[in-house]
């Protein structure tokens, strides 16, 4: 069996008969608060939900970006694929970006890549998106007897943190989509045009900011 201590709780009392319920119950909590603490991917997926007003279109983008980090947070995992860190973490911050472009760009009369195969795009992203998480993962540390375990349980818990943040963020645009006077209020074109950019300041802030870490 394998516990973690935090600066939190510094100290465990050792069961007396250790159980593997123990140890996927501590790495999904974790996965779940790794992905609610993970701004960078709730803010990519927030951009998914404002850009692809289709429901089954955005069911098959959030799953394409599920399976896509998935291989690479259990590849990166065994040592399968590796990349440096800070260079990942600067891709994360421009797939955001170019999330605010495409809603920006996004016409009635013109169906960009992004909305006629979102999944493509979110598959793509979601590789590098997985390797953030493999990066975290390393830093909390992985039981040597339990590796399969864990990773499978840090895996369902972001699986679940992300299903519970798009359940909420969803709700939150479907109202700003019901009829407040004449217009729903996501229907009103500056308003879109506004959140993207706001998507793209934050995301814009955070790849320079982690470029000029390269250094």
Known sequence: MSLRLTADETSVLLPEDPDWQSVFSAYAGLGFEHILEGWDHLLFLFALLVLIPDFWRLVGAVT??????????????????????????????????????????????????SQTAPWLVTFAFGLLHGLGFAGALKEIGLPQADIPLALLAFNVGVELGQLVFVMVAAIALSLLSLPFGRRAVMSHRPVVVVMAYAIGGVSSYWLIERIVSFT
């Open 64 to 113: 394409a970006f599920t399976v896509a980090h998935s291989l690479t947070l259990v590849a990166s995992t065994f040592g399968w694929i590796s990349l440096p860190g800070a260079p990942v973490e600067a891709v994360i911050a421009l797939s955001i970006v170019f999330l605010a472009v495409e809603i920006i760009s996004a016409r009635d009369d013109e169906r960009r890549l």
